[in-house]
Every structure is written in structure tokens, then in C-alpha cells.
């Protein structure tokens, strides 16, 4: 790796980008490759595996205005399944650490509305942990997963939690999702905008050609450049490729301030 950690790429993982293990080893081979020409931070969720684990013990989800209802049992539930996933990522990638934020605090947040439960937002990253992994050579594989002042567990989304990592490292972002990236019109990829400014982007919302589940995903966006990120771009991980591509501005939408 020939560069500086001035050049480090955030990308956040998860989803429906995980849903078969197969995509998901080809995404990690991908991030092992650009890792080659870049220092990289990965930022996971794993919502369908989550799912899955609550299902599979009889925890029933509910969702409040797009976040997950977090009662301690389910927690506890969340936390593990995010926690192991953090290493099989890990693992994928190779040369990589699985972390979550109880580890040296690495994320600190606060809670939200009471109604959310344990549903917080991050406040804080140690960008000092994890100047130090990359430059002994591995890759941090960062769980959305924070703690509060107390050092109890909050369940962040891994959207925003990768927006706000991005964001204390001055560093710019790739979010790999299930669209190949912001459209005029979402039923013709020829429609894709490859570049919009903030200005641009709240008009489109405010317009309604940016809506539905575009919209979250959007605002992470522009959260990750609001905290300081210099680029953040919405990329397809629902097929091998365009990982590359979308970090050296080729694929995807690429938002900026």
C-alpha cells in the first residue's frame, strides 16, 4: 500500500449486499483489492440476519419511522448477530480486525426518543483506534453497534454510524446498497445522476423524484458530508464490480456539498 491514511475510504456494508454468502465473499474480495491501492474502513449492518436471529427465537420487530424498536431483548439479540458477523467480515477480507463500538469506545452515542428503546445515534468515533489499526496494516470491520456515557449498548443505524465514521475522519464514502444509485426516474437506470451537490439532492427530495426508500439513504448521505466527509457515494453492492468503480468516482451517485 503506497498510500496515506490522508486517503482513507469508508464503506458501508450490509443489507441486502449480505444476503447470500456468496455476494457477500465476492464484496469482501473487492474491498481485499481496493485495499491494495487505499487504506479502507468498513461499516456493517446486517439487517437480514438480524431478522433472522429474532425470528428464529420468537422476537418480533417493529419498526418506528424506518428504525428498529430496540427492547433490551432484542439487544442482546442484535449485538450478538453483529458482533460474529463483524468477524466472519473479517475474516472475508482478511488482514482485518472485527470491532463494534464497545471496543475502547470506538463509537459513543446517545439515545432517542424513549419510544425507540435502545436506538441511539453516534456522537463520537476514536478516529485514534482506528488511525492505529490501519497503520500497523489491517483493515478495522466496524459493527453498528455504540455505547452511551455509561458504556451501555445502543443499537445505531449502520447508515448513519458510517456517515458520522466518515465524517471524523474527513474521509470519503461509499454506501453499497440495492439500487445502482440515484434516479429521475427509479424504474430507468439511464435516468442515473452521477453527481449532485447538497442543494441539488434537498431539491429532488422536496421535488419527489428522490422518495420512498431512496430518501434514508440520501440523508445518510448527506449527513456523512455534513460531518465532514468530502464525497459520499450511493452504489449498487448487488452485483461484483462496482465497488472500484464507485470509489474512484465511476459508478453510482457521488454527492458532495
Given at each position: 500500500m503506497n498510500s496515506t491514511l490522508s486517503d482513507i475510504l469508508v464503506v458501508k456494508y450490509g443489507g441486502n449486499a449480505m444476503k447470500?454468502?456468496?455476494?457477500?465473499?465476492?464484496?469482501?474480495?473487492?474491498?481485499?483489492?481496493?485495499?491494495?491501492?487505499?487504506?479502507?474502513?468498513?461499516?456493517?449492518?446486517?439487517?437480514?440476519?438480524i431478522e433472522a436471529n429474532l425470528k428464529r427465537l420468537g422476537i418480533e420487530s417493529h419498526f418506528l419511522r424506518g428504525l428498529r424498536v430496540t427492547t433490551p431483548e432484542a439487544l442482546e439479540v442484535i449485538e450478538?448477530?453483529?458482533?460474529?458477523?463483524?468477524?466472519?467480515?473479517?475474516?472475508?477480507?482478511?488482514?482485518?480486525?472485527?470491532?463494534?463500538?464497545?471496543?475502547?469506545?470506538?463509537?459513543?452515542?446517545?439515545?432517542?426518543?424513549?419510544?425507540?428503546?435502545?436506538?441511539?445515534?453516534?456522537e463520537t468515533v476514536n478516529t485514534v483506534l482506528i488511525h492505529k489499526?490501519?497503520?500497523?496494516?489491517?483493515?478495522?470491520?466496524?459493527?453498528?453497534?455504540?455505547?452511551?456515557?455509561?458504556?451501555?449498548?445502543?443499537?445505531?443505524?449502520a447508515d448513519w454510524a458510517a456517515g458520522a465514521v466518515a465524517?471524523?475522519?474527513n474521509s470519503s464514502i461509499v454506501f453499497l446498497t440495492d439500487v445502482p444509485g440515484v434516479m429521475r426516474d427509479k424504474e430507468d437506470p439511464s435516468t442515473l445522476a452521477s453527481k449532485?451537490?447538497?442543494?441539488?439532492?434537498?431539491?429532488?427530495?422536496?421535488?419527489g423524484i428522490i422518495a420512498g426508500g431512496m430518501i434514508p439513504k440520501v440523508e445518510a448521505a448527506l449527513y456523512a458530508i455534513e460531518r465532514g466527509a468530502p464525497t459520499a457515494t450511493i452504489a449498487s453492492g448487488m452485483q461484483a464490480g462496482v465497488l472500484e468503480r464507485a470509489a474512484n468516482g465511476n459508478a453510482g451517485t457521488t454527492l458532495r456539498a
Open positions: 447470500t454468502l456468496e455476494l457477500r465473499r465476492a464484496i469482501a474480495s473487492e474491498i481485499a483489492n481496493l485495499r491494495r491501492t487505499r487504506p479502507v474502513v468498513v461499516v456493517h449492518g446486517g439487517g437480514p440476519v450478538s448477530s453483529l458482533t460474529k458477523l463483524s468477524k466472519e467480515l473479517s475474516q472475508d477480507i482478511g488482514s482485518s480486525i472485527g470491532l463494534t463500538g464497545r471496543d475502547s469506545n470506538l463509537l459513543v452515542g446517545v439515545r432517542l426518543e424513549p419510544e425507540f428503546g435502545r436506538v441511539g445515534r453516534v489499526i490501519l497503520k500497523a496494516g489491517f483493515t478495522p470491520v466496524i459493527g453498528g453497534i455504540a455505547v452511551d456515557e455509561a458504556g451501555e449498548p445502543l443499537n445505531v443505524n465524517g471524523a475522519l449532485l451537490n447538497a442543494l441539488e439532492t434537498r431539491a429532488w427530495i422536496e421535488q
